[in-house]
């Protein structure tokens, strides 16, 4: 990322793999036409905010990393407005949504504030606004120091985080935890990853493939869609920073599940287990979080059906529909959908070339 010749040549930066991002959009074109103006309405196209937030970035300034995946699409486009989104939406988040100064609760200090209008609300915000891929992407495309120190304040803060019994509260710590670990070269980072892996596997049922989720009512327990997607990015990076044959085998059997027990329809996946709260029957909202797993299961495994299954979530999600499509905040693995899908795609994996 800090080799500048190459920034605007996407079939580089692809083959880096230096962050997730899909094939050349000559590869895909029906995700240009249709899914990236879906994209744009949440980051570039959105009505400003004001001072409260710079676009749409959805009640914090980087709320799912969506600077990250603004990032992508700059590097993907080289649409600078892209750029500028990034650049304010970081510099925002780190000048103004972290706790800086808390003489009463000095504990907060270097985490963000509690999601909130005009940043008044009191506490600390959870770990999935601990981003260190946004900051640290900032550092490694401007050097400003100052968002080096901000990446290595989250990333301290996520080594006390608690393992939770939530995909998502698992899952998006344990991907900030590698990317950091990637940078510093520090063990801390990954054994305190590799402990939130055990967790993973602790909460997943094996019979089922699914991590027993409690997503508002303890009687039913199963997938929640979007925060198995995130489960599963923190996997995916851990998978590629360690090549755990047991990590993969977690990834296939939660793919397995979630398609087995909440895919109603071709490409489209329930949200919750817990039927009370499903606004709608299924939706293909999510529909590249749980692609992203596919695809990267077939470049990973060389097993026809989840190519198969990523094309089906890339059909939907490009499919001209009323249904809402996928924002920002829901793309983080979609790269790997999006290449298992490309024709004629062929990644290095470690274990196989697949070429679909």
């Given at each position: 990322?800090?080799?500048?010749?190459?920034?605007?040549?996407?079939?580089?930066?692809?083959?880096?793999?230096?962050?997730?991002?899909?094939?050349?959009?000559?590869?895909?074109?029906?995700?240009?036409?249709?899914?990236?103006?879906?994209?744009?309405?949440?980051?570039?196209?959105?009505?400003?905010?004001?001072?409260?937030?710079y676009w749409d970035t959805c009640w914090g300034n980087d709320y799912r990393g969506r600077t990250h995946i603004g990032l992508i699409q700059y590097?993907?486009?080289?649409?600078?407005?892209?750029?500028?989104?990034?650049?304010?939406?970081?510099?925002?988040?780190?000048?103004?949504?972290?706790?800086?100064?808390?003489?009463?609760?000095?504990?907060?200090?270097?985490?963000?504030?509690?999601?909130?209008?005009?940043?008044?609300?009191?506490?600390?915000?959870?770990?999935?606004?601990?981003?260190?891929?946004?900051?640290?992407?900032?550092?490694?495309?401007?050097?400003?120091?100052?968002?080096?120190?901000?990446?290595?304040?989250?990333?301290?803060?996520?080594?006390?985080?608690?393992?939770?019994?939530?995909?998502?509260?698992?899952?998006?710590?344990?991907?900030?935890?590698?990317?950091?670990?990637?940078?510093?070269?520090?063990?801390?980072?990954?054994?305190?990853?590799?402990?939130?892996?055990?967790?993973?596997?602790?909460?997943?049922?094996?019979?089922?493939?699914?991590?027993?989720?409690?997503?508002?009512?303890?009687?039913?327990?199963?997938?929640?869609?979007?925060?198995?997607?995130?489960?599963?990015?923190?996997?995916?990076?851990?998978?590629?920073?360690?090549?755990?044959?047991?990590?993969?085998?977690?990834?296939?059997?939660?793919?397995?599940?979630?398609?087995?027990?909440?895919?109603?329809?071709?490409?489209?996946?329930?949200?919750?287990?817990?039927?009370?709260?499903?606004?709608?029957?299924?939706?293909?909202?999510?529909?590249?979080?749980?692609?992203?797993?596919?695809?990267?299961?077939?470049?990973?495994?060389?097993?026809?059906?989840?190519?198969?299954?990523?094309?089906?979530?890339?059909?939907?999600?490009?499919?001209?529909?009323?249904?809402?499509?996928?924002?920002?905040?829901?793309?983080?693995?979609?790269?790997?959908?999006?290449?298992?899908?490309?024709?004629?795609?062929?990644?290095?994996?470690?274990?196989?070339?697949?070429?679909?």
């Amino acid at each position: 990322m800090q080799d500048v010749p190459h920034l605007f040549d996407p079939a580089w930066f692809i083959a880096a793999e230096v962050v997730e991002a899909g094939p050349t959009r000559a590869a895909v074109p029906a995700w240009q036409e249709v899914v990236a103006p879906a994209i744009a309405r949440t980051g570039i196209n959105a009505p400003r905010l004001g001072h409260r937030e710079y676009w749409d970035t959805c009640w914090g300034n980087d709320y799912r990393g969506r600077t990250h995946i603004g990032l992508i699409q700059y590097l993907e486009t080289g649409d600078p407005r892209w750029f500028r989104y990034f650049n304010a939406a970081i510099t925002h988040n780190r000048d103004v949504d972290i706790i800086h100064f808390c003489p009463e609760h000095p504990d907060w200090v270097g985490a963000v504030h509690e999601y909130g209008e005009d940043h008044t609300a009191a506490g600390q915000s959870h770990n999935i606004s601990m981003n260190v891929d946004g900051m640290l992407d900032h550092y490694l495309l401007t050097g400003d120091p100052d968002s080096l120190v901000a990446a290595q304040g989250f990333a301290e803060r996520l080594l006390t985080c608690t393992n939770d019994r939530c995909a998502r509260v698992i899952g998006w710590p344990i991907s900030q935890l590698v990317r950091w670990h990637g940078q510093s070269g520090d063990a801390r980072f990954l054994r305190k990853a590799e402990e939130m892996v055990a967790s993973a596997f602790s909460y997943t049922e094996p019979r089922r493939g699914v991590f027993s989720e409690m997503h508002g009512c303890w009687n039913y327990l199963g997938t929640v869609s979007f925060m198995t997607g995130y489960l599963a990015f923190g996997l995916i990076r851990y998978h590629q920073a360690t090549g755990d044959p047991a990590v993969l085998a977690l990834l296939s059997r939660l793919a397995d599940g979630a398609y087995a027990e909440i895919r109603p329809a071709p490409g489209r996946f329930r949200y919750s287990p817990y039927p009370e709260n499903n606004p709608v029957p299924y939706a293909r909202w999510h529909s590249a979080l749980l692609g992203g797993l596919f695809g990267y299961l077939a470049l990973r495994t060389d097993i026809d059906r989840y190519a198969e299954w990523a094309r089906e979530c890339y059909d939907a999600l490009v499919e001209v529909s009323d249904e809402p499509t996928a924002s920002m905040d829901m793309l983080h693995p979609a790269g790997w959908m999006l290449m298992a899908v490309a024709e004629g795609a062929r990644v290095k994996c470690g274990i196989s070339f697949v070429g679909l």
